[in-house]
């Protein structure tokens, strides 16, 4: 009586193989998790520039001073009207939020944008998380960037 042969793998071989790829994502975890670290960072960065630049033309376009001030929570960005104080916007970065930043500061808290496109003080918002950061600059002059 001839046998034939068995096709399939042994419970060893499955075993080296599932015990050589938790090897590979030991290794390639925190790789994974710096990179979407900063990539979150550097959307939170944008996000609060492109605000910034929002902010200006707004207080153009409706012909009346802006101010952006952090949230009473320290972990938020608010736009609001100078003069009757109401609330434009808000933008919230904490680590609950999309961005899962650890802390958010800015320079100067509030700043007030003119209708002619000039601040009353230059500000510099400092974005954190998990040990790496990004700034986000606006000039007097209304100039917006992203360091």
């Known amino acids: 009586m001839k046998r034939s042969p068995q096709s399939g793998f042994t419970l060893l071989e499955a075993l080296l193989v599932i015990v050589i790829f938790g090897v590979a994502m030991l290794i390639a975890f925190p790789t994974i998790s710096r990179i979407t670290t900063h990539s979150r960072l550097n959307q939170a960065a944008v996000v609060v520039a492109h605000d910034l630049s929002l902010a200006v033309s707004a207080a153009a376009r409706q012909r009346k001073p802006i101010r952006i ?9 608010t736009v609001s009207d100078r ?5 434009l916007s808000t933008r919230w970065l904490g680590p609950t939020d999309a961005y899962q930043l650890d802390s958010v500061s800015l320079t100067v808290s509030p700043v007030d944008l003119f209708p002619n496109g000039s601040t009353s003080s230059p500000v510099t918002v400092i974005l954190w998380a998990k040990g ?5 600059t606006m000039s007097r002059a209304g100039w917006v960037r992203t360091l």
């Open 69 to 77: 001030a952090r949230g009473a929570d320290r972990q938020s960005i």
């Open 83 to 87: 003069v009757s104080g109401t609330l």
């Open 132 to 136: 790496s950061w990004r700034q986000v």
